[in-house]
Nanobody, 116 residues
Framework: QVQLVESGGGLVQAGGSLTLSCAAS????????MGWYRQAPGKQRELVAI???????KYGDSVKGRFTISRDNAKNTVNLRMNSLKPEDTAVYYC??????????WGQGTQITVSS
């Protein structure tokens, strides 16, 4: 089983930057995909960014050009650099991981609040 520990959430002014990190531990199986999803009040959970084991990435349309995802496979860690933050980025951000058996794991979520 995989445990995901998130860090880096907080309050930032519009136009600022934050970096989220998520570390996976506890699995004997390789983590194939890691990424971030977010959910704002009254909204569906949506894709922010994912990165696969081959380092290919996918970004949600609303964050393209502003956010950058990266991973350190040796450390089972994924990072999300968020630039040019907007108030509409305010949400709870959840780390996600999928292992080689296609099991999906979620972090507890970390709050990002972007003030105008």
């Amino acid at each position: 089983q995989v445990q995901l520990v998130e860090s880096g959430g907080g309050l930032v002014q519009a136009g600022g930057s934050l970096t989220l990190s998520c570390a996976a531990s506890g699995s004997i199986f390789r983590i194939d995909v890691m990424g971030w999803y977010r959910q704002a009040p009254g909204k569906q959970r949506e894709l922010v960014a994912i990165i696969r084991s081959d380092d290919s990435t996918k970004y949600g349309d609303s964050v393209k050009g502003r956010f950058t995802i990266s991973r350190d496979n040796a450390k089972n860690t994924v990072n999300l650099r968020m630039n040019s933050l907007k108030p509409e980025d305010t949400a709870v951000y959840y780390c996600n991981a999928i292992n080689s058996l296609a099991s999906t794991y979620w972090g507890q979520g970390t709050q990002i609040t972007v003030s105008s």
